[in-house]
């Protein structure tokens, strides 16, 4: 009984230090940006980057999406979590979205080579995909992302979504209405 007391007392004192994030509101509290201004938010033209592709390509805000309404950003570790986002967007949203690229960002490998390898050993080599090595974290840090960050810009370099991959629903809305 005193153990049990003890566990108690110690899971309360524990869950005091989370305050009102026990029960979360759902609301956005990101500060508001002005829209078309430079950053990484929703509105926000994109800042411009530099990053190399698994095949040693260099893609920049304007190359990843000439010729398409957009491009997807899908910030992976490849991990079971990523793998079955990164699955459920092979199937159910890229094949309706041919007009669009899609990028997965190895923000983990320390190389062009190690990114190339671990899409590779993951399945994700060619296809639909293009595997970016984010060595120097430009992209992590310009869309403050991390695992399951998922970016959409249109053509015109407009961020039209910055948030965590859930079930796709969203992405598949974001791209439906890029112009």
């Not at 260099?58 to 990523?82: D, E, H, Q």
Request: aromatic letters at 8%; hydrophobic letters at 35%.
């Amino acid at each position: 009984m005193y153990s049990f007391r003890l566990v108690g007392l110690l899971l309360l004192i524990v869950m005091s230090g989370c305050g009102d994030n026990l029960i979360p509101s759902g609301e956005d509290k990101r500060p508001s940006v002005l829209a078309d201004s430079s950053g990484g938010n929703v509105t926000q033209k994109s800042s411009d980057f530099s990053v190399y592709d698994s095949n040693g390509n260099n893609v920049t805000l304007v190359s990843s999406t000439a010729g398409k309404r957009g491009a997807v950003f899908y910030f992976t570790m490849w991990c079971p979590i990523c793998d079955s986002h990164m699955n459920n967007m092979r199937a159910n949203t890229a094949p309706s979205y041919t007009d669009v690229n899609f990028y997965l960002v190895d923000y983990v490998s320390g190389s062009i080579a190690e990114a190339a390898s671990s899409a590779s050993a993951n399945g994700y080599a060619g296809g639909i995909f293009t595997t970016l090595a984010d060595t120097n974290h430009s992209l992590t840090n310009i869309f403050q992302a991390t695992m399951g960050t998922t970016v959409v810009i249109d053509r015109s370099g407009i961020i039209r979504m910055n948030e965590d991959y859930r079930d796709g629903v969203n992405l598949r809305a974001n791209l439906s209405a890029l112009p």
